[in-house]
């Protein structure tokens, strides 16, 4: 036999050949990153590769006004601190998201408040997010899971109608539009992430986008230890803190990386629209296998991640992590994704010490919430972007070695 293991649905795995590299990189990298190293400007404010970045990154994403910081973390903490969110206040999140969305909250000594996701899309429900306001919420984040907007019409409205901000958690959304409008500046203030693994990566890093002049102000001054900008403040404000900020500054050796990174980011989004339309149409004629459901107003989607429903009953009762293991036999990388965070040891913890300080005798996170359960233990497959970048040919392995897994389970 060609390969020494047998794969768990028998015979030879469906796929033995490497999937599209992560991340991709050229001579553009190169000489960005040798540009700045000989310039010997390798940390600027105001000026050079991070504001280059800065204008395109705000005239990508449609939005007025872009600053960039050292992660997508940073990023949502700078937000909710520029919005006032502070001691006591409560912030509406998902709890199936990555844990920065609701630690952001918490490291500004907010409560995140969950609320449950949509089953069809995976994304913030409006309805349970209506039913999550109280008088203490100040505060709704709409992540765009796996880069696809929830319903931001309905999270606007809620937000309008209560006086509430928001902030738009874009870490893994980069060019994700709603209603043909990129994401981030939808709402009050739009946070990204460029981390590794993310569309546009630069390692690490992270960026806020703003429409609106008076928070982009407060931003800048957040992440560049609480300076103004105000005319001649390198000369003579250098030391004025008008308010209590951090050095979040992202490095030149990032935004040199992230100019190269962005020159292919159209082509890529292409690229996984295509992979991600031919999966939804081989995957939905698979028993047991739903795709996502894609809004149609999402007039653009990230395919940061492409997720799927696992429905145990039709592969003879095998449950989620069978089906992984026996997914990843065939050569197709996969996971079960988010681990409901409202289940979190980390956020149950400080949660409760953050109630007992505030002398609050409730507990916020007592709730039921079963889509995200659901999705978060039973249910959600993960595949990540980079498969994306295959041709059809090679995606149409995904489906095959499905269809394998489901034929050796006696179905
Ligand atoms: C939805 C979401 N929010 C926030 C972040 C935090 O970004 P970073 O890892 O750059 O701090 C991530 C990163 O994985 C993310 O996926």
């Not at 931003?219 to 900008?229: C, I, Y």
Request: proline share 6%; charged share 20%.
């Amino acid at each position: 036999m060609a390969h020494e293991q047998l794969a768990i649905a028998g015979g030879v795995p469906i796929r033995t050949a490497p999937w599209p590299a992560w991340p991709v990189w050229d001579e553009r990298e190169e000489r960005q990153l040798l540009e700045t190293l000989r310039s010997g400007r390798w940390g600027m404010i105001g000026g050079g590769k991070v504001r280059a970045f800065e204008e395109a990154w705000a005239a990508f994403q449609q939005a007025g006004h872009c600053v960039c910081v050292v992660n997508g973390t940073a990023a949502l903490e700078v937000a909710l601190r520029a919005i006032g969110v502070g001691p006591g206040d409560e912030v509406i999140v998902p709890p199936y998201t990555f844990i920065a969305t609701p630690a952001a909250a918490l490291l500004v000594g907010a409560v995140p408040v969950f609320a449950d996701i949509d089953p069809e899309t995976y994304e913030l429900d409006v309805a349970t997010v209506q039913a999550a306001i109280t008088p203490r919420t100040r505060a709704i984040v709409p992540v765009h899971v796996a880069g696809c907007p929830p319903d931001m019409d309905g999270i606007l409205a809620i937000a309008a109608e209560h006086g509430l901000r928001v902030v738009e958690d874009a870490a893994q959304a980069h060019g994700a539009a709603w209603r043909g409008r990129r994401v981030g500046a939808l709402g009050d203030l739009g946070t990204f992430s460029f981390q590794a693994s993310k569309n546009l990566n630069a390692g690490e890093g992270g960026a806020i986008v703003t429409d609106d002049e008076e928070l982009y102000q407060r931003v800048w001054s957040l992440h560049n230890v609480g300076r103004a900008q105000t005319p001649g403040w390198r000369t003579s404000g250098s030391y004025r803190h008008e308010i209590l900020g951090f050095n979040y500054r992202m490095t030149e050796f990032q935004a040199a990386i992230l100019l190269a990174q962005l020159t292919r980011l159209e082509e890529q989004m292409a690229c996984r629209e295509a992979g991600a339309a031919y999966l939804d149409r081989a995957l939905g004629e698979v028993p047991g296998i739903r795709p996502l459901r894609r809004d149609p107003r999402v007039t653009s989607h990230a395919h940061h991640l492409y997720v799927f429903r696992y429905d145990a009953l039709a592969f003879g009762g095998h449950p989620r992590e069978e089906f992984l293991a026996a997914l990843r036999a065939e050569g197709v990388p996969c996971g079960p994704g988010y681990v409901p965070l409202h289940h979190a040891p980390a956020i149950r913890s400080e949660v409760t010490a953050l109630c007992r300080r505030l002398g609050r005798t409730d507990d916020p996170l007592a709730c039921h919430l079963p889509v995200a359960e659901r999705a978060g233990y039973d249910e959600g497959v993960w595949l990540t972007q980079n498969l994306l970048l295959a041709d059809a040919g090679d995606l149409a392995n995904i489906p095959r070695a499905i269809e394998k897994i489901r034929e050796a389970w006696g179905e």
